[in-house]
């Protein structure tokens, strides 16, 4: 089954920087990759997703890019705030047509410092 | 409109009790899914239900059963709970956009068995 891996872990920026998160993912059929912020106490919240057949996505100060040869794809997160602060979740699944049967990586916890 | 709604928010079990986490959604989506989210392991599906009617294992089934009960509704059943089970549940629904199952989460259930 798919495997994907998520670093790091934890993630501290400074106010106005931009954040990287990185996935690694194992399965070469997977072709939809979701990104999910979760505040505290609540459930994840989809943000931002990339299918395989872009290599890039943009939404304002959020952009993610797929690379399917390496199978890795990364969040980017230019001019940081602090509501920006919050755990990160990558997933990758493919087109099932029913279900989805999304694995997720393991998180990263972003704080964002004034 | 709200969505995903899960009950109860918390629970707190003695081992060998049975208890069963409620779901429901109003976006009238044919998939479901539940989750359970462990620290440092990301979330790992326990069941799904691919329409009204079916149900199916996930990742980490054993020690649950599932009901869907009509198309907005789908249970989550621990007979016997164990520690082990103790976990944040998350349920989820899918809609279909251009191929992918696109999630939407709910708040969660915080569950502790002593």
């Known amino acids: 089954g798919e495997n994907v891996e998520q670093h790091p872990s934890t993630l501290s920026v400074q ?43 943009k939404d304002q100060r959020i952009a993610v890019t797929l690379n399917k040869t390496a199978k890795h794809f990364s969040l980017h997160i230019t001019e940081t705030q602090p509501e920006d602060s919050a755990v990160y979740f990558c ?9 989805s049967k999304l694995t997720f990586g393991t998180g990263t916890r972003l704080q964002v410092t004034l | 409109n709200a969505g995903v709604t899960q009950t109860p928010k918390f629970q707190v079990l003695k081992t060998g009790q049975s208890m069963t986490l409620q779901c429901a959604q109003d976006m009238n989506h044919n998939s479901m899914y539940w989750y359970r989210q462990d620290p440092g392991m990301g979330l790992r599906l326990i069941y799904y239900s691919a329409s009204e009617g079916t149900t199916d294992k996930g990742e980490v089934p054993n020690g649950y059963n599932v009901s869907r009960l009509n198309k907005r509704e789908f249970s989550l059943r621990l007979e016997s709970a164990a520690p082990s089970q103790t976990s944040v549940y998350f349920c989820a629904s899918s809609r279909v956009d251009s191929g992918a199952n696109v999630l939407t989460f709910g708040a969660g259930s915080r569950l502790t068995v002593l």
């Open chain 1, 15 to 57: 106010e106005g920087d931009s954040a990287v998160i990185k996935c690694t993912y194992s399965d070469s059929a997977s072709n939809y990759f979701p990104w999910y912020k979760q505040e505290l106490g609540k459930g994840p919240q989809l943000i931002i997703d990339i299918r395989s057949n872009v290599g890039e996505k």
């Open chain 1, 91 to 99: 997933a990758a699944s493919g087109y099932t047509g029913t279900a």
